[in-house]
Structure formats: structure tokens, C-alpha cells
């Protein structure tokens, strides 16, 4: 029963993604999309048992404020660079930059 209940979302996302396809279900492919999402949270589960994942987690805590850091130094990164991206093709003619979120 475990092991059926451990494959079943892929045969469900599977089908999902079969009606979604024939009829063009928006709410089928979004639920199809969590149902993979789910999949990947199993991960999460096997770090109990295996060592090189604890070791990743445990990591990951402690360089939070390190890592939060270096988010933050690659977002206004990019932030200066589209701008930079904008004020320079805005005046173009056939440019896509119509607005900054899309030079992002």
C-alpha cells in the first residue's frame, strides 16, 4: 500500500496531464503542477537518512544571513543593470524594454 501511495502522483500527474492536454484545463495543469512540486518534496523527507543531505541542511542554516547577503547583492545587481538596460533602448524603436520589470 506504501509503495502504490509513493507512485501514485506520478501516474496521476501523468493523467492530469493527458485530459489537460485534450481538453485545455487550465485547473488541470495547475493541478498537475503542484502534484509535481509534491514529488519534489519528498526529498525533503530522505534527509533524515542520508548524511550528505543533513550535512546540506545543517549548512544552509548556518550561513543564512550569508546567503540572504548575497541574494540581496545579486538583486540590485540586477536592478542597476536593468536599469541601465532601459534608460539606454527606451528611445529605440523596435525595443521590447517598454517598461523596467521587462528589461528584468
Known sequence: VIDLLGI??????????QLSSQYSLEYIA???????ILRILRIFKL?????GLKTLGTTLRNSHRELLLLSM???MGMLI?????????KDEPDTMFYTLPQTL
Open 8 to 17: 501514485l502522483p506520478f501516474f496521476v500527474s501523468l493523467a492530469l496531464n
Open 30 to 36: 495547475k493541478a498537475a503542477q503542484i502534484f509535481r
Open 47 to 51: 534527509s533524515r537518512h542520508i548524511t
Open 73 to 75: 547583492t545579486v538583486s
Open 81 to 89: 543593470f536593468a536599469g541601465l538596460g532601459y534608460a539606454l533602448e
